[in-house]
């Protein structure tokens, strides 16, 4: 886009160069022969007062339409020249509210129809307005199609007269208050005043400021967002990075329209300050929120989904049949019970506030996102290769194993945090709803939400512990027990296999095995610590000092150890581009569908929709029949941008699957692919 939009520009300049500067015997050189302008005085001057003057455009069809004063990713403002008296001021030209116009994934300020710009002057006190000379002018704008521009200019000459009531009734009025505006990296906010009972209708921030110093500009295209409570709208829109541009400070003062929709909207100014964001209501944004009650229920219905994942799933299950072992009474199975959900909620509710602290720090993260630290990979690869230890009997663990002894309240909630944080790279249709509306609702509600996904996730062992009857269900204890739990060490050492091949893509070979003899010691410090008399391995207790020792040595080696980052862009049939916003807006503006998807290493549901789906002949040879441009964004390490722009999208985190028709919106494909979905829409034609 920053390429379009420069050369845009350049061309825009040589325009203004060719176009004569200065009023006196300047004429028109191309004249108003697409879209006409006459200027109109409402009645004659008055010393003191203001005079009201008017630009009456009139496109000669319905295909010529003109810009407002930012005519937004393209197109030009008007130039207004006017020859007043000594002493007399012209004001800033006042607009009515504009309307947008999408071509190419490039958002245009425009009006369409005929239109009137109103243009105050300040009258002096002592002016002789009997013998004025004849006011004269010269306008230059632009007029344009969806195909073609043209340049238009006219010299002026004053006709009383004009219908100036309907003409100022389209001027967006003053806000009486003033506004307030910040920069919070790329994401400009502005609060406006409003009183809590005025009807809001389509709403919509023109951006009349087109600078943010550094290079920042509006991304005029992208989704705003809007939150409100009480007296205060705060709108949300966000800023590009150009490039070419020197740095420079904020703008002392940023103005624009809010547009409230069928026409309706109000000016204002915002000066820099603190605007309050977090805590208030989410009113528009980038996806229609659900009520919280089905986002309570989403949430619920992902963390039940996530008990099917290969990394949870044994987890559950030798749980389950744990308690189903150790028999016992009413009161301790539903203690255990208790202690493994306090142990789930807690790991989600906590993860989840950690999400909502950081984001409201100005952090761009999303769910999953303690998955692009290495250090986290490493603790959950020294985790994976320890249950895998526990599973094939080498150490036992108190309320995970099925050995028969109690239950045990402590060993369920260790548990229970255990299984949240090896759930975590997991995501689901469910919980896309759910977590991408926790990132924009009121921090309460966010949290709430999480917490409900902390429930769904223990619900099955809840279940277990308070109802007898699915207790009574479970098979009966046996040797095949012992089996069982042998072979649940085949999903887990997947599981481990999987986060070791991560730990080597965010870290290099040296920190991966920096993180697997750091997790060797920690099976050997677990087997000396083991007290169970069922363990496959006999606990020497002299050899705790040892094992301690070395668990500690090889945990500083591996904090010390600098992850160095395997860079492998990885093997697709679709030969996708990087993804980046200017790469998007190119390749939305070659008149071809685009397909966008979002992915990272860790991402199971990612993994698995890429070979189902996308990684298939029949989508690469749809895509080349159908001309449609690829572009894929690798979340597996931090990444702003795609955070920024996931976060845009509604989505807590990937995957994220985007079709853009040639010329049309971003349409959100859900997060299970079905086989023939890519197929299907490549086949479709173009409009």
Known sequence: MDGLMGTLRLLLALLALVLPASLSAQEARFGDENIAVELRADGPPVPGETWMLALHFTPSSLEWHGYWSNPGDAGQGMSLTLDLPEGWEAGEPLYPVPQRLVISGLMNHIYEGEYAVLVPVEVPPNAAVANIAPIAGYVSYLACTDRICVPQDARLALEQGGDFTRWQAKIAPKLDSVAGYEVQRNRLRVGIPLPADLELGDLHLFVGTSDFGSGLAPDYAAVQTFVREGDLLVAEVPLKQRQGFDPSPLPETVTGILSLGEGQGLRFEAEQRDVPLEGVKPLRGPVDTPALWVLLIAALAGGLLLNIMPCVFPILSLKALALAKAGGDEISARRDALAYTAGVVLACAALGALILLLRSAGQQIGWAFQLQEPLVVAALLMLALAITANFLGLFEVPGLAISGRGASTGGSFATGLLAAFVATPCTGPFMALALGAALVLRPIEGFAIFTALGVGLALPFL????????????????????????????????????????????????????????????????????????????????????????????????????????????????????????????????????????????????KVNESVAIEREDTRAAFEKGGVIALRGDWTRTDPEISAFLARQGAAGVPLYLWYPPGGDAQQLPQVLTPDLLVDLAAKPSR
């Open 463 to 606: 279940l277990i512990g308070f109802i007898p009857a699915f207790r009574r269900r479970l098979p009966k204890p046996g040797p095949w027990m012992e089996r069982f739990r042998r072979w649940m060490a085949l999903p887990m050492g997947l599981t481990a296999l999987a986060l070791a091949w991560l730990a080597w893509r965010v870290g290099g070979w040296s920190f991966l095995i920096a993180a697997v003899v750091a997790a060797l010691m920690l099976i050997n410090a677990l087997i000396a610590f083991s007290s169970v008399p069922t363990a496959k391995v006999t606990p020497r207790k002299w050899l705790r000092p040892v094992w301690l020792a070395a668990l500690a040595f090889s945990v500083f080696l591996l904090v010390r150890e600098e992850p160095v980052p395997v860079e492998m862009a990885a093997e697709s049939l679709l030969e996708p581009q990087p993804f980046s916003e200017a790469a998007l807006a190119e390749a939305r503006t070659s008149g071809k569908p685009v397909f966008v998807w979002f992915t990272a290493d860790w991402c199971v549901t990612c």
